[in-house]
């Protein structure tokens, strides 16, 4: 699945990975050495990320129920809680450098 933003029309990812149960939105990305460049994970439902176990750092996109951005974080490194936004209803997570062109207000699509 590719990760659009659609307000930009670029594409932010072209293997996005869905977290959407409870063990593997608990696994996340603990424990993983590396992200690799074109992926992403979509954690729903979910308001807040910490990065607690991991290896590498991180830039997460805030979406609310219409796939919004509502809330950006860039390069969050291991060990760190997120910011918790009470318009989020599931989160974007990609390898640390990937959020150019994104914006809070911008749309995100999830295509085959």
């Not at 990065?51 to 750092?57: D, E, Q």
């Not at 809330?71 to 060990?79: A, K, S």
């Not at 959020?99 to 699509?109: F, H, I, M, N, P």
């Amino acid at each position: 699945m590719k990760l659009i933003n659609s307000t930009t029309d670029t594409v932010l990812a072209n293997d996005l990975r869905q977290a959407h149960s409870f063990w593997s939105r608990f696994k996340g990305l603990m424990f993983k050495c590396s992200m690799p460049s074109d992926s992403a994970l979509h954690l729903y439902p979910c308001r807040s990320i910490h990065t607690f176990f991991m290896k590498f750092n991180i830039d997460v996109i805030y979406l609310d129920e219409e796939n919004k951005v509502v809330g950006i974080e860039t390069n969050l490194i291991p060990g760190k809680i997120g910011w918790r936004y009470k318009d989020a209803r599931s989160v974007i997570e990609l390898p640390a450098g990937k959020l150019y062109g994104v914006s809070t207000g911008d749309t995100l699509a999830f295509a085959e």
